[in-house]
């Protein structure tokens, strides 16, 4: 059985992404204000383009803390931004689903959301995400590695240098793979079904735009922002 060792450099890596992720969590919190009241479909749509602007701008602060992004081609770190945004918002609202919380509160979330004005055919995949993600039990330094991996998708759109985006992520995915096994020594694939999850990640992705179009309200509106980063109006 090999020593796995994390060395100083990667510890290094670690702290700067895990300090960058915990100095920007979201500052409302989505969750309690859903757990207070049940809001119309126009007031929810509402919440999410507020949640997903102010994340957005949170998820820019915590990219330019990963070690290396920095020094990648300007355009493609915009190139990544854009193509991980609605991946990294799933991602952290999987991630805020799936919060130890007092008995009986995740179901009255899950039922908020649930009717919150998203088309039902979507419910089924996303949380089944949520759910997959909420049985892993991820440590927040996971938590946190696993969202830069996600940034550090080689293969987005307009990407010019993917070479070198891949390098990054490969630095990243050596950790997560170290962290895994020294945090979870009893699964031997809990490395795999965490990489597994990524791809569950982009297919729910994929229902997005179509999610956002079909909320049960007219006239949807997003932010300047949103516009940008969603493939939306
Ligand atoms: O605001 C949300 N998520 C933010 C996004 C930025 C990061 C923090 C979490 C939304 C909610 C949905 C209901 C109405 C209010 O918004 N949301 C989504 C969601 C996101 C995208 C689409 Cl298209 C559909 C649903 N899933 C959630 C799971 C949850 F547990 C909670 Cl608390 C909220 C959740």
């Given at each position: 059985k090999e020593k796995v060792e994390i060395n100083r450099e990667q510890r290094a890596l670690m702290k700067a992404i895990v300090d960058a992720y915990n100095r920007h969590q979201?500052?409302?919190?989505v969750a309690k204000k859903l757990l207070q009241d049940q809001y119309s479909p126009e007031e929810n749509f509402l919440l999410l383009t507020e949640m997903a602007t102010s994340q957005v701008q949170v998820l820019v602060e915590f990219t330019k803390n990963i070690p290396g992004f920095l020094s990648l081609d300007r355009e493609d770190q915009i190139a990544l931004l854009k193509g991980s945004a609605v991946e990294a918002m799933f991602l952290r609202s999987a991630q805020v689903f799936s919060r130890k919380m007092p008995t009986g509160h995740t179901d009255v979330l899950e039922e908020r959301v649930r009717k919150?004005?998203?088309?039902?055919?979507f419910m089924t995949p996303m949380f089944n995400f949520y759910k997959s993600i909420g049985e892993l039990h991820m440590v927040q330094e996971e938590q946190a590695i696993l969202t830069a991996i996600t940034i550090l998708?080689?293969?987005?759109?307009?990407?010019?240098d993917p070479q070198a985006v891949e390098r990054l992520q490969e630095t990243m995915l050596d950790v997560l793979r170290k962290l895994c096994v020294l945090q979870?020594?009893?699964?031997?694939q809990y490395f795999a079904r965490l990489l597994g999850r990524l791809t569950e990640l982009r297919t729910l992705s994929h229902y997005h735009s179509e999610m956002l179009a079909s909320?049960?309200?007219?006239d949807h509106k997003f932010t300047p922002l949103l516009c940008e980063i969603w493939d939306v109006q």
């Open positions: 979201i500052p409302q919190d919150s004005g998203i088309p039902d055919e998708t080689p293969d987005r759109p307009y990407v010019k979870h020594p009893q699964e031997q909320w049960r309200m007219n």
